[in-house]
C-alpha cells in the first residue's frame, strides 16, 4: 500500500474499473451500500475459496453448514439481539441525520490530537453524552446533536400474507446462531468428535449508522465465522486460542500475502469485552482511515448454547463416547468480514509506479481476479487472432483468463497492472514462426518469450 493512498483514491479505483459501485446508482443510491462488479464479484470469490480451502477443507477437525438468512425468532431472543443489539445514536438537531456517537468522538479525536484521552470502546452511553456536552462535538454539518440513545439495529420483517396473521422475523444479524442452532444436527449426522468447529460463510444484516467508509461497514455485509467447541476441562482454552490466532495470521499474512506491517493484534478492554467472552482479540488492519478490526476472536464459554438450551428446550450436549459423561462445549469463535478483507486487498496491494506512470493493483497471483490476459498484438489480423483465441480457451480451463483486443498493447497492458492481472500473454508474427508468445509479469514488466506447449506448466508455477 502507497503510504500516501487516501480512501478517496481506492473508491474512485473500485468504480472506474469495476470492483464496487454504489447500489441502485440510477436511481441515486442507497446509503452505506454497494454493489461488486464483475472484478469485485472474482476477488470476492477467490477470497472466500481460499479461506474455505484453508479453514475447512485442510483440516480434519472442521465441517461446513449453510444456515438460512431467516431464522426462527426465537433464535434472536436466546442469542440476546433482541433485547441488547444496539448502537448509541444520536441527532443532528438541525437536518434530523442520525449518527453514532462513538464515531463522532472519534472522528472529532481526530480533528483536535490530544484533545481526549480515552478509548472510545470503552464508554459508556451515559460517558459519551458528556464528553459530547464538554467538548462540544458537533455533527458533520456543524449542528448540535442529541444526547445518545440505544437503537437495535436488526433489521425486522414478516412472514405471511394475511393481515393479523402475520409474524415477525429478523434478518440474521450474524452468522454464528445459525451454526449453533444446527450443532445437534451436525452431531447426529457426521462422526465429528471434540475438538471440532463448524465454519459457514453468509450474509447478514444490520441497521447501523455508517461514517463513509466505503464498503468496511455496510447495512448488508459478509461474514466467514468458526464455532470451535471443545471440553474445557481437558483442553486449555489459552492454547486453543493461540493455535486459532495463529491460523488467522498465516491466512492473512501468507495466503493473502498482506504485508505484515500493516496488522497488529488488540486485545479487549475489560469494559469493552463483551460480559460472555472471557477473552477477545481484535485483528486490526491499518486501513487509510486508520487501524480498524479485519477479524475477531473470543472464547465464548458455554454462553451461546446455555442460552439456547434455555430457550429451546433442547439437550445442545456432547456425549463422551469413552467415560459416558454428557456435557456442554465452551467455544472459540474466530470470525472474519469478507468485504474488510476485500477492502484490505484492494489497500494493501495498491501501488503507484512513479517511474513508468502506472497504477498496479499488486495482489497474489492467486487472489487476482483475472491470472492472465491474452492478447493478439493485432486485432485485424485473423492469423493472430485466431492463434491468440486457441490459446486463450486452452488456459480457461485451467485459469480465469480475459481477453482484450483493444487499443496498442502498452495501453492493454497498463488497464491489466491496474486491475491486478498478473501475467500477459502476448502473440505475435514471431508466434507463427516459432509457436513462442510472450509473457509480461505485472509487477517488473519483465518479458520473456515461452513455448506455446511449456505456457500451462509455466503459468501454472507462478499463480499457485
Request: charged letters at 30%; proline letters at 4%; one cysteine or more.
Amino acid at each position: 500500500m502507497s503510504n500516501d493512498l487516501t480512501l478517496e483514491t481506492l473508491v474512485s479505483l473500485a468504480k472506474r474499473r469495476g470492483f464496487a459501485y454504489p447500489t441502485s446508482e440510477i436511481y441515486g443510491g442507497l446509503a452505506s451500500s454497494y454493489d461488486y462488479g464483475p472484478l469485485g464479484a472474482e476477488l470476492l470469490r477467490n477470497i472466500r475459496d481460499l479461506w474455505w480451502r484453508e479453514m475447512v477443507n485442510k483440516r480434519q477437525d472442521m465441517v461446513g453448514v449453510d444456515s438460512q438468512i431467516l431464522l426462527h425468532p426465537q433464535t434472536w431472543v436466546a442469542s440476546g439481539h433482541v433485547a441488547s443489539f444496539t448502537d448509541p445514536l444520536v441527532e443532528d438537531k438541525e437536518t434530523n441525520k442520525r449518527y453514532r456517537a462513538d464515531h463522532l468522538i472519534e472522528m472529532w479525536m481526530e480533528a483536535n490530537p490530544g484533545g481526549i484521552d480515552v478509548v472510545v470502546e470503552d464508554l459508556s452511553t451515559a460517558e459519551m453524552a458528556a464528553l459530547i456536552v464538554e467538548h462540544q462535538i458537533k455533527s458533520p454539518d456543524g449542528n448540535d446533536v442529541t444526547a445518545p440513545k440505544e437503537f437495535n439495529i436488526l433489521f425486522e420483517s414478516e412472514i405471511g400474507v394475511v393481515a393479523g396473521e402475520k409474524s415477525k422475523v429478523y434478518l440474521r444479524g450474524e452468522t454464528a446462531q445459525g451454526i449453533f442452532s444446527n450443532f445437534k444436527q451436525v452431531l447426529d449426522s457426521t462422526r465429528v468428535k471434540l475438538p471440532f468447529g463448524i465454519a459457514q460463510i453468509g450474509k447478514s444484516f444490520r441497521n447501523e449508522i455508517t461514517t463513509g467508509q466505503f464498503v468496511f461497514r455496510t447495512l448488508e455485509f459478509e461474514q466467514a465465522e468458526i464455532e470451535y467447541f471443545f471440553d474445557h476441562r481437558e483442553t486449555e482454552w489459552e492454547d486453543l486460542f493461540k493455535s486459532w490466532q495463529d491460523a488467522m495470521w498465516r491466512f492473512v499474512v501468507q495466503t493473502l500475502g498482506v504485508n505484515p506491517e500493516n496488522l497488529r493484534w488488540r486485545r479487549h478492554t475489560d469494559k469493552e469485552r463483551s460480559f460472555y467472552s472471557k477473552e477477545t482479540y481484535d485483528l486490526d488492519y491499518n486501513f487509510p482511515f486508520g487501524y480498524k478490526e479485519l477479524w475477531g476472536i473470543a472464547y465464548r464459554t458455554d454462553y451461546d448454547m446455555k442460552q439456547h438450551i434455555e430457550h429451546s428446550g433442547k439437550k445442545l450436549e456432547y456425549l463422551n463416547q469413552t467415560t459416558g459423561e454428557k456435557f456442554v462445549p465452551h467455544v472459540i469463535e474466530p470470525a472474519l468480514g469478507i468485504n474488510r478483507v476485500f477492502l484490505m486487498l484492494l489497500a494493501d496491494a495498491y501501488w503507484y509506479d512513479a517511474e513508468n506512470k502506472r497504477t498496479v493493483l499488486r495482489f497474489k497471483p492467486s487472489l487476482a481476479p483475472y491470472k492472465v490476459a491474452v492478447f493478439p498484438l493485432l486485432k485485424n489480423k485473423p492469423e493472430l487472432v485466431a492463434k491468440a483465441q486457441g490459446i486463450f480457451e486452452n488456459l480457461t480451463d485451467h485459469f480465469t483468463a480475459v481477453w482484450d483486443e483493444r487499443g496498442n498493447i502498452g495501453k492493454r497492458y497498463y488497464y491489466q497492472d491496474e486491475i491486478g492481472t498478473p501475467f500477459c500473454v502476448t502473440v505475435d508474427f514471431d508466434t507463427l514462426d516459432d509457436d513462442t508468445v510472450t509473457v509480461r509479469d505485472r509487477d517488473t514488466t519483465d518479458q520473456v518469450r515461452v513455448h506455446v506447449d511449456e505456457l500451462l506448466p509455466y503459468l501454472r508455477d507462478k499463480i499457485r
